[in-house]
């Protein structure tokens, strides 16, 4: 059944002797039997504190409704205490109905109102969204500064992460021979650099066939080229699980797995014979048998930081 809430002038003697026993134990029990309704004239700051002391004493609590019209309600039983928007003209009002129907003990309460209200109205993760009371100027321009330092920080994190993806794949890539990385899809050996572009954004394009073809060794400082790894004679790359936007070292094909590569960079197309990969230091040549590995893709982390 719903109960209509006491006005606040009757509470107003309300102590700490009124009810021999507060706690969060008796709150929580106290919860499972009365539902307390607060109405709208209830601030987006007493919200906030009034989701954080139902917290404190593990009672349920939800907001519902949205700006002005935006409410509370604590507790989950059956009896339903619909609270008279004149019962609520302060904080010790607010103190005196939780201590009434739940329980909490008024110093607690009190300590709470006293303290700075917590950011935002306390609403469930559902419902939560930007908070209702914080349109002034000054607060705006405060999450504005909040937002960007967020911001800054996550794309530290985001570069990181990256960073350790790829010493991950580096240090799967030293674990085992080149010819065991080849099956697995993660390296392509005997491969010969046979053209070299420019590409977008001062990009170097490198063109990698397989080293079985004739074709010439490639100085990038000239930007020789042979057709772009277009000639129908180059034959097709063993299987692999390399893709555009995978990160890759080009080593030489006898290298050491964990020594320096001659380069590292972006894979830009795939085709049936050939590879481009997209570099942006490149050294003065790439001569001799090649050796690709695959350290990580770089497609969720540029989805993360657009």
């Keep these: 059944g719903r109960e209509r809430d006491l006005s606040a002038p009757q509470r107003r003697g309300l102590s700490t002797g009124a009810m021999a026993k507060y706690g969060a134990s008796f709150a929580t029990a106290a919860s499972a039997e009365v539902t307390l309704r607060f109405p709208p004239a209830v601030s987006a700051r007493q919200r906030a504190i009034l989701h954080a002391v139902a917290e404190a004493n593990g009672v349920p609590h939800a907001?519902?409704?949205?700006?002005?019209?935006r409410s509370i309600s604590l507790g989950s039983g059956a009896r339903v205490v619909e609270v008279l928007p004149e019962a609520v003209p302060d904080d010790e009002a607010l103190c005196a109905l939780l201590a009434e129907h739940l329980r909490v003990s008024p110093e607690a309460s009190r300590r709470a109102f006293a303290a700075p209200a917590p950011r935002g109205d306390g609403r469930d993760p559902a419902s939560r969204r930007v908070s209702s009371f914080a349109t002034s100027?000054?607060?705006?321009?405060?999450?504005s500064v909040d937002v960007a330092a967020f911001v800054r920080r996550t794309l530290e994190l985001l570069?990181?992460?990256?960073?350790?993806?790829?010493?991950?794949?580096?240090?799967?890539?030293?674990?085992?021979?080149?010819?065991?990385?080849?099956?697995?899809?993660?390296?392509?050996l005997g491969l010969k650099c046979v053209d070299v572009r420019?590409?977008?954004y001062g990009k170097t394009i490198v063109t990698l066939?397989?080293?079985s073809r004739s074709s010439v060794n490639?100085?990038?400082?000239?930007?020789?080229?042979?057709?772009?790894?277009?000639?129908?004679?180059?034959?097709p790359?063993?299987?692999?699980?390399l893709t555009p936007h995978d990160i890759v070292a080009i080593r030489a094909n006898k290298g050491e797995p964990g020594g320096d590569p001659l380069c590292s960079?972006?894979?830009?197309?795939?085709?049936?014979?050939?590879?481009?990969?997209?570099?942006d230091e490149a050294p003065e040549a790439l001569d001799g048998t090649l050796r690709l590995e695959r350290l990580a893709n770089e497609t969720s982390h540029k989805r993360l930081v657009d």
């Design 63 to 69: 907001s519902a409704g949205d700006g002005e019209g």
């Design 209 to 211: 066939e397989l080293a």
């Design 265 to 279: 960079g972006v894979v830009y197309r795939v085709r049936d014979a050939a590879l481009e990969i997209a570099i």
């Design 159 to 188: 570069e990181l992460e990256r960073e350790a993806e790829e010493e991950q794949g580096e240090a799967i890539l030293r674990g085992m021979r080149p010819e065991t990385a080849q099956k697995k899809g993660r390296a392509l």
């Design 218 to 235: 490639v100085s990038l400082s000239g930007m020789s080229t042979n057709g772009g790894g277009k000639n129908s004679g180059a034959p």
């Design 137 to 143: 100027p000054a607060s705006a321009s405060a999450a």
């Design 237 to 241: 790359l063993p299987p692999h699980k």
């Design 198 to 200: 420019g590409g977008f």
